[in-house]
């Protein structure tokens, strides 16, 4: 299973980017799919999440800002961000809980990260 992240870059405080992440491979299921980042010197910290039925979770500074959604006839995860700010560059790594098989259980496959840059 491979995870393959797109759309990061550099935006100006207050603009909008959107991230892409598809996963490939041999797939039964995705249950969970999400997006954490990482900025220098701190932890990798959750962004958002959404479950297969379309439930989502928030961390409390993108609240109102950020959007997440998936597409699981392509297992695909988007992170819609807006209004963006500084304190949000960071590496945006997406995850998704994946099972291979019917009886199997449920691994975390990762994205190689994606480098947003929120600057003037």
């Known amino acids: 299973v491979q995870l393959q992240a797109s759309g990061g870059g550099l935006v100006q405080p207050g603009g909008s980017l959107r991230l892409s992440c598809a996963a490939s491979g041999t797939i039964f299921s995705i249950a969970a799919m999400g997006w954490y980042r990482q900025a220098p010197g701190k932890q990798r910290e959750l962004v958002a999440a959404?479950?297969?039925?379309?439930?989502?979770n928030y961390a409390d500074s993108v609240k109102g800002r950020f959007t997440i959604s998936r597409d699981n006839a392509k297992n695909t995860v988007y992170l819609q961000m807006n209004s963006l700010k500084p304190e949000d560059t960071a590496v945006y790594y997406c995850s998704a809980d994946v099972t291979t098989t019917s009886w199997g259980p449920a691994y975390r496959y990762w994205g190689q990260g994606t480098l947003v840059t929120v600057s003037s």
């Open positions: 959404i479950t297969s039925g379309l439930r989502t």
